[in-house]
């Protein structure tokens, strides 16, 4: 792989925002890979006016699939978040390593191979609104993977290959005061934030499992007792584990006193952790990880929810991977290294030559 080749077009993505909007960049990729056949599929969500689509080769004569998001965060804390930039190895940008540079790396591979072998032996396909709870992009996908084999799904795992992933609860609390006060006399009603501090750490010591707290809000900066608190979190769920229990821990903990009555329960969003079990589709991806990088790949669980989860209901097999760093994406110091590039670009170069054979 051409490593100036990969810096280049993680600059090139990069460079085109898609927080919600991918319809450039999903242009971008259509025009940049001309000689795949690719196919527009409409989904249920409009932005600026136009309606967004997966992009994808489907075809039952390549059933083995590669799969990423093409939508980001917005930029956050990021300062000049569509303005890549790069610092010796590492390239920064919103959607460095999710899942710009993966996709970088794909489309540097699949033209290397086309060049080769004139021909790429996997389907692929690009989905949309995976940062966000509807997932509407992949929940539209899933009933047409059906007739394939198997899902390879990029997301940053550190070049582990997880054939599971986590479940998760996500879910809101919320409480409102009947009456507020001077807030010189406090004394006078219980606080509504102290009581949804309280039914965190109770709701932790039920269900036996960390709270990931995302948002946590509450009164004004007006001199009343707070009015309102509202908190929103999940819990991860194992392999083993089912986010029924969990909910029905987190509702028997809030009919206690002083919650009940008080403090409100909201799902969001619920997945059962998933087990992919060994495939012939997971042996062919190992072995290219081994045949392009000189060592066996390592194993891990993916610790968040990933597009597999709605290919896994559709019943298709999947696997996560692809080097780079999950902990820098969403955030201020989001990158890719060059070396991440190369792996995954080496990888998937590979496997499409096992495909072939």
């Known amino acids: 792989m051409d490593p100036q080749a990969l810096v280049e077009e993680t600059r090139r993505l990069i460079a085109i925002p898609s927080y919600e909007d991918c319809t450039a960049i999903l242009a971008y990729v259509q025009q940049r890979l001309p000689f795949l056949p690719w196919k527009k599929q409409y989904v249920d969500k409009w932005v600026n006016g136009r309606q967004q689509y997966n992009l994808h080769t489907l075809s039952p004569e390549r059933p083995f699939v590669v799969n990423t998001h093409v939508d980001t965060v917005p930029a956050l804390t990021m300062a000049h978040a569509f303005t890549p930039r790069v610092e010796g190895n590492r390239i920064y940008g919103r959607g460095a390593v999710d899942t710009k540079g993966l996709l970088a790396a794909l489309i540097v591979a699949v033209e290397a191979f086309y060049r080769d072998h004139g021909t790429v032996p996997v389907s692929i396909a690009l989905t949309v609104d995976e940062e966000n709870v509807d997932a509407v992009g992949s929940t539209h996908l899933a009933p047409f993977l059906q007739d394939m084999e198997y899902v390879l799904v990029l997301e940053p795992t550190q070049g582990a290959i997880c054939t599971r992933q986590v479940g998760s609860l996500e879910f809101e609390l919320a409480i409102q005061a009947p009456q507020i006060y001077h807030a010189a006399m406090f004394g006078r009603t219980p606080n509504v934030i102290r009581l949804l501090v309280d039914a965190w750490q109770a709701l932790e010591d039920s269900v036996g499992l960390p709270l990931n707290v995302f948002l946590f809000e509450g009164g004004w900066e007006h001199y009343t007792t707070p009015p309102q608190a509202r908190l929103r979190g999940e819990f991860v769920i194992e392999p083993g584990g089912r986010w029924r229990a969990v909910e029905e821990a987190i509702q028997r903990t809030l009919e206690h006193p002083p919650l009940?009555?008080?403090?409100?329960?909201?799902?969001?969003?619920?997945?059962?952790?998933?087990?992919?079990?060994?495939?012939?589709?997971?042996?062919?991806?190992?072995?290219?990880?081994?045949?392009?990088?000189?060592?066996?790949?390592?194993?891990?669980?993916?610790?968040?929810?990933?597009?597999?989860?709605?290919?896994?209901?559709?019943?298709?097999?999947?696997?996560?991977?692809?080097?780079?760093?999950?902990?820098?994406?969403?955030?201020?110091?989001?990158?890719?290294?060059?070396?991440?590039?190369?792996?995954?670009?080496?990888?998937?170069?590979?496997?499409?030559?096992?495909?072939?054979?």
């Open 260 to 357: 009940k009555g008080r403090v409100t329960y909201r799902r969001i969003d619920a997945d059962d952790p998933l087990d992919f079990d060994e495939h012939p589709g997971t042996q062919r991806l190992a072995r290219a990880y081994a045949e392009a990088l000189g060592e066996a790949p390592a194993f891990d669980i993916m610790p968040v929810w990933t597009d597999a989860a709605n290919f896994a209901k559709a019943g298709v097999p999947c696997a996560v991977f692809g080097f780079g760093d999950l902990a820098v994406a969403h955030s201020e110091r989001e990158h890719i290294t060059l070396e991440d590039l190369e792996r995954t670009s080496r990888v998937l170069y590979r496997l499409f030559t096992i495909l072939t054979q």
